[in-house]
């Protein structure tokens, strides 16, 4: 069975999140989107866990439901403690089998921190304490680490992480089977580290709001939708289980290239290094991008390690504002969007699956152009940097010119 799974997502009580992010908003985004299982996102929270066990029923070992949609309990926590003289910041995802291993799971972090304060709660702890209390309570628990990359809070940031897994869990390194690769980096940069060779790669939306999810997502065939099997499927990296991943261009990312948003600075790994990383308006360090810390660790050039499925995706709404050549946030694009889901089924759909016959039956034009282009990744990308997103653009026939693409 196809499951698409955006598993790394968060509810209303994190902060800086939609206060739409409920059950069902959550499960209609799923149902538009093409997800087969979604992760709750922020079980630790205590009133988000009561919604949970209120709203979600059985179906299946370790999956529930709500709405149509299947469940597994997820969240994201973060680990800020001091370690060789630097201050460390690295946020995990933690999957857990049941509601009952959730709740056995918060009343051991209660004990290290408040649960209550944000979906994504903060313990003065490293990443290492903070696994061994999850499997401590609950020896099933997967604990990946999240958006690996990005400079500020993960395990290989330029900012607060570490040069390896093990420099950062230790002994326990070998119990890391998973690595979420974020939106700024894809499978071949993260390949270029052979230490991460034995991991499974997987990427979710770490969605703030029911529009962003399944911006990145991860595909398996499942002998039936539960938790044991989704586990299997991680541990054996078995291509025909683990199908590969949905990927964000990387360069459209917020923590791609280097920066310095306050200065409007955007320079690549080389021209940052040419200026010994600092920026040339204010003098300060830049903040060192995802691409660079891979170039950093990487000891092998990109393809020269386990290739794996994937395929860099543009969500549906920035294809039509382009095509339409209005904001996303639009009626008109939302009209366009409903009008296609209703179509072909669902935005992964239109994306990926729907043959170019029914596509071109569906839409005509711009439109057409635009998905077209998209699936076959022919987009310009202004990176980006600092906090800021990349641009990607889709030419247009009209309006082509000798320019690279990515």
Not at 62 to 80: C, D, I, N, Q
Not at 110 to 122: C, E, K, S, T
Request: net charge negative; hydrophobic share 40%; proline share 6%.
């Amino acid at each position: 069975m196809r499951v698409v799974a955006d598993l790394h997502l968060h509810s209303r009580f994190s902060r800086g999140t939609s206060p739409g992010l409920d059950l069902p908003s959550l499960a209609r985004a799923a149902r538009l989107k093409g997800v087969g299982l979604l992760g709750t996102g922020d079980f630790t929270h205590p009133a988000w866990a009561a919604e949970l066990e209120r709203g979600l029923v059985p179906a299946g070992e370790g999956v529930y439901a709500h709405g149509g949609t299947r469940f597994l309990l997820t969240g994201e926590v973060s680990a800020v403690w001091t370690e060789g003289g630097r201050g460390r910041r690295v946020h995990l995802l933690l999957l857990v089998p049941s509601l009952e291993a959730g709740e056995k799971v918060r009343r051991v972090l209660a004990r290290l921190g408040r649960l209550d304060a944000d979906g994504r709660p903060v313990f003065g702890v490293s990443a290492r304490t903070l696994a061994i209390a999850v499997w401590g309570a609950e020896p099933d628990a997967i604990v990946i680490p999240a958006h690996a990359w990005t400079p500020w809070f993960s395990v290989f940031g330029s900012r607060s992480g570490f040069g390896s897994l093990k420099a950062c869990f230790g002994d326990l390194c070998e119990r890391i089977f998973a690595l979420e690769t974020g939106l700024s980096s894809d499978p071949p940069m993260n390949r270029r580290v052979s230490s991460l060779d034995r991991l499974a790669l997987v990427s979710f939306s770490d969605a703030h709001s029911p529009g962003t999810i399944a911006r990145e997502a991860t595909l398996f065939d499942l002998p039936e939708v539960s938790f044991p099997a989704l586990v299997a499927a991680l541990r054996s990296r078995d291509p025909e289980r683990l199908l590969g991943t949905i990927e964000f261009f990387p360069e459209e990312g917020k923590y791609h290239f280097d920066g310095h948003r306050s200065c409007g600075i955007v320079f690549s790994p080389a021209e940052s290094r040419e200026r010994e990383n600092l920026c040339p308006q204010c003098g300060k360090p830049l903040t060192l991008g995802v691409l660079h810390r891979v170039e950093d660790l990487a000891d092998r050039e990109e393809g020269g390690g386990p290739v794996d499925s994937f395929r860099h995706l543009v969500p549906l709404g920035e294809v039509l504002a382009q095509a339409l050549g209005v904001g996303t946030g639009t009626k008109r694009v939302a009209e366009e969007y409903d009008r296609l889901i209703h179509r072909l089924g669902s935005e992964l759909s239109v994306l990926l699956d729907a043959s170019d016959e029914d596509l071109a039956a569906a839409v005509s034009g711009r439109v057409l152009e635009a998905i077209r282009k998209a699936r076959r990744g022919e987009v310009r990308v202004e990176p980006g940097y600092d906090g800021v997103f990349g641009k990607v653009t889709i030419p247009f026939a009209e309006e082509e010119k000798d320019l690279p693409l990515f």
